[in-house]
């Protein structure tokens, strides 16, 4: 089975830091995703990744980026933590054809 | 605007009840509808996939529906260990999926 892993269960930064979410899949997927989960509203696309060096914005990528140097890793980057980004971060890939998707278990940011 | 809404938010029945969920889209292209399973402190899974009006599925005690704006999910003979959060999934145009809030299933011992 696809194995997404997410470098960090819990992370707790600072106001103003740079932080850097690391995730790693081992099936040669080609698609790469970034969502946050809050309460009552679900998962939100902050950016997908279809290539190596490919980045697409989702719908929420207002203060974040993303690098894809290898095709199995996805990095997002938060350029200055804000408290409004404390959140659940779940990174996801996915084969062609729409398949499913496979999410790791997701990193718990607390930004203080 | 892309959304998917669930219905309803949670759920509450007793062992051995029928658990009944659904979900409306409203997307501007439609390629198929899946239903993901989260428990808590994990990553969604993946259930299952639908891909037409009128597709129907079923994965063990699970039954799913695809209609024409939207989805139903029946578990049947629900257990303890079927408490989680239950997300349907719309997958659009481009590479994009779009999720719901959920809908979270506790099942009463």
């Known amino acids: 089975d696809v194995k997404v892993t997410q470098s960090s269960r819990y992370l707790v930064k600072r106001t103003g830091e740079k932080v850097f979410l690391e995730c790693v899949q081992d099936m040669d997927h080609e698609n790469m995703f970034w969502y946050r989960q809050d309460p009552g509203l679900g998962l939100r696309l902050i950016y997908f990744?279809?290539?190596?060096?490919?980045?697409e914005k989702g719908d929420i990528p207002e203060g974040y980026s993303v690098s894809r140097e290898k095709k199995e890793r996805f990095s997002l980057i938060l350029e200055s933590a804000s408290t409004n980004q404390t959140s659940m971060y779940l990174c996801a890939s996915k084969g062609p054809d729409n398949e499913k998707l496979f999410f790791g278990s997701g990193t718990q940011l607390s930004v203080l | 605007e892309n959304q998917v809404e669930h219905s309803p938010h949670f759920l509450g029945p007793q062992q051995g009840d029928v658990a009944s969920m659904s979900c409306t889209y409203s997307?501007?292209?439609?390629?198929?509808l899946q239903w993901y399973r989260q428990n808590t402190g994990m990553g969604p899974k993946h259930l299952l996939s639908?891909?037409?009006a009128g597709y129907e599925k079923q994965k063990g005690r699970l039954n799913a529906t695809l209609l024409k704006n939207g989805s139903s999910l029946y578990i049947t003979a629900v257990q303890p260990e079927d408490s989680a959060t239950y997300f349907c999934a719309v997958v659009g145009g481009g590479f994009k999926t779009i999720f719901g809030a959920g809908t979270r299933l506790f099942v009463k011992a």
């Open positions: 997307v501007s292209r439609f390629n198929n």
């Open positions: 990744s279809y290539d190596v060096k490919m980045k």
């Open positions: 639908m891909y037409s």
